[in-house]
């Protein structure tokens, strides 16, 4: 009868906590089949992650795509699917667990009554790398609650042209504010040792940190006219310079991961250049051992206009893969995605010492995440997810991310901060009391929704809370003209925005104020004196006449559930230190408008933002 330590002495080296990361992935890596390695390199929907899929065919990694989500979408039914679907992997031949990965991009926003962050452009207003950090941390720390692993985040985009659906996903149009986002690494990973190898990944903790992924590389926010998936023409200087520097940024912290991009570079899709996955991302820039993910039905879009069907899917695969590609965001084609790779090794078509690298590098991320030794979540840290003192963190970062833009008619006569112990104040706006709009896009929802869709604060209900017990706050989403008229308002907030949208859905060719919000807003500031606030992920158009009506205007981003950090700003409890991280335009015929540019003549530049107390 063998002995505790003799059954111990009897385990692999890659099930081996003690051994060298390396050792294991090279025994682990030995003593897989082609078949299986293969299914290392597939990522599947949370839908298609079936028994077979996982334990008799060994997918690799899980995700939801946006909107996708168990149940109630409560912390605990989130939990209870990663942990179920992690045992069907435990059961596999070999015990491989899976990479679970979400889009946590601005909190763990797939999950109900999750503390919801604002989005990127919103925190590169603020300009604030140690709150980035915190955000990481705090955001860590709620996914991992979950049982999740991974999050594809953060987004280092350099967005040249707010017609970009996925505008608000940049922190800004500026390469040196990116930059010094990416603190967010660090938050996410934890910080790297000084002495850690350059370019290998990093986590500092299996229970309180998760794996990062930069993305997308590279261009995606300086496509043609903004248009997301699109063409990114430049050359390979500005393309250098502009857009790729954040990924050394990454680098440098250990980033685990990053997730190539949908966009074209001078016509050639990243989903199959090997000069840019492999010679310049793997080669020049150093990520020589985390893996490359694509996007979501990323490589079936280098056949496009085709339908990656049959032979031109397999084509895809092959493209995609000898790019430099190591795991397929398929992710419902999972069988016929392994059927077709597992052919293109056995007619050479793909050598086998790329699928080797591919899956060496997949296998190193996992034993790095520790999801061998600890494969389930911690039942202990679900109170964590949407916690007081992570809502009071996304507070800070709501009004350290709102930008002034206006002041008062003249600059003797500040209109803010507003005074709380008036008679009676109108507030009015299709963005006032929602809080799906206020958190935007990718937010419980893949394109976000009006409505209560989390808990949280409101504008109006931080209005509400701010003003004496004796104010009396009136309420109309669309103030009547009767209430403008008689209503004797001492000032009005109106608060106005775009709906929420993610991806292409965004893209626009007009930036005009939804709901005829310009309308609202001149009617309002025709009779009442006029703070407007502006719910958006991106500048919008603000007409001369209109600009000259108000007295005050505010740039409020996307900020998410934490309402009362905009109150802290407009009652004078804090200054506003947020600056503009991308050009505010007069017309969207100028576009695109960044800085430097030899005629820049924008309504606000980039880094302009006002204060209320400056002497």
Known sequence: ???????EALLPPYKDASAPVETRVRDLLGRMTLREKAAQMAQVERTVASARALAELGAGSVLNGGGSAPGDRSPACWTGMV???QRLALSSRLGVPILYGTDAVHGHNNVYGATVFPH??????ARDPELLRKIGEATALEVRATGIHWTFAPCVAICRDPRWGRCYESYSEDPETVRSSTTIVAGLQGQP????????????SVREKVLACAKHFVGDGGTDRGINEGNTICSYDDLENIHMEPYLDCIAQGVATVMASHSKWNGERLHSCR??????????????????ISDWEGIDKICEPRVAQGSDYRYCIKQSVNAGMDMIMIPYRFEEFLENLVFLVETWEIPMS???????????????????????????????VGCKEHRLLAREAVRKSIVLLKNGKNQKEPFLPLATNVKRILVTGTHADDIGLQCGGWTVGWNGDSGKVTPGTSILDAIKESVGVQTEVV??????EATIATGE?????????????????????????????????TRVASTIPTLVIVVSGRPLDIETQVLEKIDALVAAWLPGTEGMGIADCLFGHHDFVGTLPVTWHRSVDQLPLNAGHANYDPLFPVGYGLKMFEK
Do not use: W
Request: aromatic letters at 12%; hydrophobic letters at 45%; a negative charge.
């Open 83 to 85: 942990d179920g679907l």
């Open 354 to 384: 790329r699928i080797d690298d591919a899956v060496e590098r997949i296998l190193r991320v996992k034993f790095i995440s520790g999801v061998f030794e600890h494969p389930f979540s911690d039942p202990s840290l679900l109170d964590i």
């Open 275 to 292: 000069y840019l996955l492999t010679d310049v991302l793997k080669g020049k820039l150093g990520f020589k051992v985390g893996f490359v």
């Open 120 to 125: 990127n452009v919103g925190l590169g207003a």
């Open 489 to 521: 308002f001492s000032y009005a907030v109106v608060v106005v925005g775009e709906v929420p949208y993610a991806e292409s859905v965004g893209d626009r060719t007009d930036l005009s104020i939804p709901f005829n919000g310009s309308d609202l807003i």
């Open 1 to 7: 009868m063998a002995t505790a330590a003799q059954g």
């Open 475 to 480: 309420y109309e989403a669309c103030a009547t």
């Open 193 to 204: 040792p000084a002495d850690h190898p350059h370019g290998y990944p990093f986590l500092a």
